[in-house]
């Protein structure tokens, strides 16, 4: 489904080039689910933000179900984008100004679904994940894990191919984390493809396949080093940061 | 989708409550004042546009040019109405008309003074084709005694009676017949007329002269097939055939001699439409507008968009920031950059649209303060004026298109990748920002700049020195309602302790105009005749204006031989080429020999923007009654000695209106359209302030947000609160500096030409310009003031906790 060949990522300064993605080459099956692990700055969101065609590669080649990426116009990408993937953030990301129900029509908005098709879908994902009750409060009388449920929903209500997920546990606390990551491996098994971006060793387990970065470079063989290393580090900061 | 865009458009107005207060209220004020002076030019330039065949229809004017002499008039002699019509057949109606002074009309009790009648040809209405409710334009001026009167007249006279065949005595002298009733006229014409009598068997209407005597307005409809330029070559065809042998005469010099001394003639079309706004000669029959002030305020109004545009502009991208995890989160979810313009644009047109709906109703209560319509004596409810929709929809797209554009490139461009991760976007200094600050100020300033020049300029003319007495002086108007009557009011005046002098006149200091005579040294040939102006008066003149002499004497009701003498001004001294005129002799155009008594100092008869023009005052004789009765009066009681006038002209009058006015206060009248724009510039200047002051305390709310971080790192590293404060003001102390170096040379370019057209005026210096740019640092300085010291004073503890 998703075939990365040399895929590099830097930014350039006037006299510096700062590498954030080196040279990575990944394949990923569909129905597969994936987790990229690595320490702060190692590139991980960066390399899901390319993947989701949010940014685009300094160098190498993308290929999505054999589409070729790297060489689609913006319009074309965003078609193809809003077609197949959706995405689940550390932080939500509601659109504030938007009430549940409203934050779920937009990507179906965008992706021009007729009125009454909508609003089925609509209703399907408030029922889906029991949030009916909630449909016209905003995001933010909702609680994270609230929040996070909505952020799947709208995620999932374009049935895309693809989901994202971007330390998708990384601001709930334990209980809301393990029903989001539940979801996940439900959809997974429903057939839906995932990535997700993890500080943490159990997260990871919940899918088939994990990968590890480090200052840009994709590092197979060091697979069972790092958490070995380090095992407890994702899950302290995340404590650390559900705290503040 | 479109529903989508408002509703978070909506929620982001109503969740921000004091950006959009700001936003929208700039924009608003901004879009008030452009609406009220576009609504100001649209009338102004609507001017006789309500004749059928305007387009069509021209004045003859008259410019002459001779020796050293001048001569550009609204008026053209008598016969060349009737010439136009047998020469030129593209000319499908001709008319002329002619003002002869106010009449007082009666019927039964009801007595007025009539200011608007005319006497004209009876082809008045098939030129002016205004629609008629009683009788029949083309028969309403066949009979000698007919008259066609407004519908207004027609209730103030009649009632609701019947006003066809009622009859109206003048003067008590001659008995007019209604013969017809038109529709009112609207406020936008040159010529507004009540009253339309035929000439019937009046001399001066037989004139033969071509050349001289240009006392009637001359109009006409030219047939569509023929241009204005064409018709101006055929005009000039008739000047050689019929005025050029009489000029011949007159000079005592061939046409060929004559032209060689720079010397011309001719007669111009002037378009009916292009009279109210273009048209400043000699002899119009109303005082008329200038398309100058349609330039000064329409530079004003773009100036004002500009400033309320940039607002805008500039309130949005500051709060970029705070949109931009939105654009982030919107493209994650499939939104395609056009997508995320469109919402913005929308998220624009919603705010304008506020804002639009809002600057009706400032409009509507700003406009009684702005004065732009006050010189019609108009009453001006913004709503029901027709241009006010289109206008509106023009401003609403035009506003959302400028002002909306770059904010929605700019926040759509935003990359999620970057602006999801959270990561604080560069806090890279905008330099659009910047220069749009700076164009800002520099509107400001050259503002500021153009109401002190303005203002100054108004009390150099006020306050200087006229050459005459204009304090303590009452003047009695229409005076010769009273004819004969105005003697024994003259004698009884006197008599009383507080009147030092009383004097009849034809004319009074600030009149628009004045009928002029043509006059020769004795000793230069024909073709130097200098054209004076003329005033009749009375013996006591000088001495109720305290007017000076330089030399000679003034008129004495002793001497019977002062009637047919004159007095002079020095202008006019010098423009004959005289050192010491009095006692000596002047030509008359008749050939005549006039003594000149002697000599007055020049004053100023006519506003500070003319040069002092030669002038001759001529002298009526003791009994002479003119239209003015000018009283000097010594006393501190005022109201008493007026009652004691008032009495002694109701016991004389007849039941005949006393129409009195201190003069002071009407030759402030004379600069009443500086006085105006003074005002006005002043108004609109605040507004353009207030707006961009808004502006500024919105920018500076957010750059401060935006360098909270900065600042609290330089707290803890030490820096005071005076060198943050410092930090902070610094880039807009150097904004204003860089405006002002903008705007300094444009404003002494836009001030060194409005001053150009006054013969007397201030000199330009630096004052104005520097009190500008200190008003507009010591206004921002306050407006930012607040931001910076909260932001200095903040403890940095806050600013540097880990989000």
Known sequence: ?244 | MFRNYLLTAWRNIACHKGYSLITIAGFALGLACCLMIMLYILDEMSYDRFYPNADRTYRIDVDASWSDNTASMATASAPLAALIRREIPEVEAVTRFRYYGAPVLRHGEKCFSEERFFFADPTFFDVFSVPFIQGDPRRALAQPNAVAISLSMARKYFGSQEALGKVLTADNRQDYIVSGVFADLPPQTHFHYDFIAPFGNRRDAQADSFATNNNFSTYLRLRPDITATQFAAKLDRLVLAFARPELEKLFGISWAKLTRTGAYFRWLPQPLTGIHLRSHRDFEIEANSDIRYIYIFSLIAFGIFALACINFINLTTARATTRAREVGIRKSIGSSRGELVRQFFSETLLLVLLAVLIAVVLAQLLSPYLDLFAGKGMPVTILANRSLLPLLGGLLLLSSLLAGTYPAFLLSSFRPAAVLKGDPLMSKKSTLRGLLVILQFSVSIIMIIGTLVVNQQLHFMQDRNLGFDQDQVLVIRKANDLGKGVRAVKQELLARPEVEAVSSASHWMGDPEFGDELYKNPGAPAAQMMKLQRLFCDENFAKVFQLRLASGRFFDKARPGDRKGIVINEAAARALGMSDPAGKQLISMDGERVPVLGVVRDFHFQSLRQRILPMAINYWGEDAFGPLLAVRILTPDLPQALAGIRRIWQRHSHGQSFDFQFFDDRFARVYAAESRLSGQLLAFTVLAIVIACLGLLGLSIFIVRQRTKEIGIRKVLGASMTRISWLLSGEFLKHVLLASVIACPIAYFLMKRWLGDFAFRIRLDAGPFALAVLITLGVSLATIGIQVVRAARANPVDSLRYE
């Open chain 1, 1 to 244: 489904m998703i075939r990365l060949m040399g895929i590099t990522k830097y930014y350039a300064n006037a006299f510096i080039k700062t590498f954030v993605l080196r040279n990575i080459d990944l394949s990923v099956k569909e129905g597969e689910f994936l987790t990229i692990m690595g320490p702060s700055g190692a590139g991980k969101s960066t390399l899901l933000y390319i993947l989701g065609m949010l940014d685009e590669a300094s160098e190498g080649e993308y290929f999505f179900c054999g589409q070729a990426v790297h060489g689609l116009s913006e319009k074309k990408r965003t078609q193809l984008h809003q077609q197949n993937i959706g995405f689940v953030f550390q932080s939500y990301h509601l659109i504030d100004e938007l009430t549940v129900c409203e934050n779920l029509e937009t990507p179906l908005l965008y992706k021009k679904v007729k009125p009454d098709e909508r609003k089925s879908l609509v209703a399907d994902a408030l029922d889906r994940f029991r949030i009916v009750a909630k449909k016209d409060l905003f995001p933010s009388q909702l609680s994270g894990g609230q929040q996070q449920l909505v952020a799947v929903a709208r995620a999932l209500i374009i049935q895309p191919k693809l989901i994202l997920a971007d330390e998708p546990t990384g601001n709930l606390n334990s209980q809301q984390g393990e029903e989001i990551m539940e979801l996940f491996r439900k959809l997974n098994a429903e057939g839906t493809t995932i990535i997700q971006v993890t500080h943490s060793e159990k997260n990871a387990a919940y899918s088939d396949r994990v990968i590890h970065l480090l200052d840009g470079w994709m590092n197979n063989k060091e697979e069972a080093a790092i958490p070995v290393k380090n095992p407890e580090a994702g899950k302290r900061k995340k404590n650390h940061s559900e705290g503040t």
